[in-house]
């Protein structure tokens, strides 16, 4: 099975703080996503990644950075966060060239900003 | 501006029920809609429909997809309490996926 990880399940910052969110999959998938899931609004793309070091905005970067070094670890960096960027966030991978197909979604970081 | 909404955003059965979970989609070059059920933390894949009509079924869940008006339907028989869960709609374009922001199941014993 494929197995998708983030490095942490809960994590609370303060407000100015840099986060990092980690995402490393295990399957050799070329694609890999971020997501924001927030109530009311479902999940929205943050940043995608084809390959490595290639990166593409998503529906709402604003305040959000990305980094693919490594085919199976795709890293979402927040410079300064705030408190509207506390929500839950989901990493995922797909395997083919396309842009999504099935996606394998990782279990989550619930990130509080304080 | 495309979009996918889900109804109803919440909905509240006891096992044994049957429910319906709605999804209808405006996107600019379609290419399927997904349906991911999402119990605690990770979504998981449940269909993928790419033609008019042709009914996906797994077990007591079944879905259908309807290009001409643009929406999709979830259907579970003999609701569980283990079906307590969200279900998301996602729509994939040419360049992207969008997903709905999902339906909130709860089924009580």
């Known amino acids: 099975d494929v197995k998708v990880t983030q490095s942490s399940r809960y994590l609370v910052k303060r407000t100015g703080e840099k986060v990092f969110l980690e995402c490393v999959q295990d399957m050799d998938h070329e694609n890999m996503f971020w997501y924001r899931q927030d109530p009311g609004l479902g999940l929205r793309l943050i940043y995608f990644?084809?390959?490595?070091?290639?990166?593409e905005k998503g529906d709402i970067p604003e305040g959000y950075s990305v980094s693919r070094e490594k085919k199976e670890r795709f890293s979402l960096i927040l410079e300064s966060a705030s408190t509207n960027q506390t929500s839950m966030y989901l990493c995922?991978?797909?395997?083919?060239?396309?842009?999504?197909?099935?996606?394998?979604f990782g279990s989550g970081t619930q990130l509080s900003v304080l | 501006e495309d979009k996918v909404v889900q109804s109803p955003l919440s909905l509240v059965v006891h096992e044994g029920d049957t429910v319906t979970l709605n999804c209808s989609y405006e996107v600019t070059n379609f290419r399927s809609l997904l349906w991911y059920k999402q119990e605690k933390k990770a979504p998981t894949f449940l269909f993928m429909l790419?033609?008019?009509?042709i009914e996906k079924k797994s077990g007591r869940l079944s879905s259908i997809l309807d290009k001409k008006e643009l929406f999709s339907i979830l259907n579970i028989t003999a609701t569980q309490t283990g079906d307590s869960a969200i279900y998301l709609c996602?729509?994939?374009?040419?360049?992207?996926?969008?997903f709905g922001a999902g339906t909130r199941l709860t089924v009580k014993p």
């Open positions: 996602a729509v994939e374009a040419l360049l992207d996926m969008r």
């Open positions: 790419t033609s008019s009509g």
């Open positions: 995922a991978s797909s395997l083919y060239p396309r842009v999504t197909e099935k996606l394998f």
């Open positions: 990644s084809y390959d490595v070091k290639m990166k």
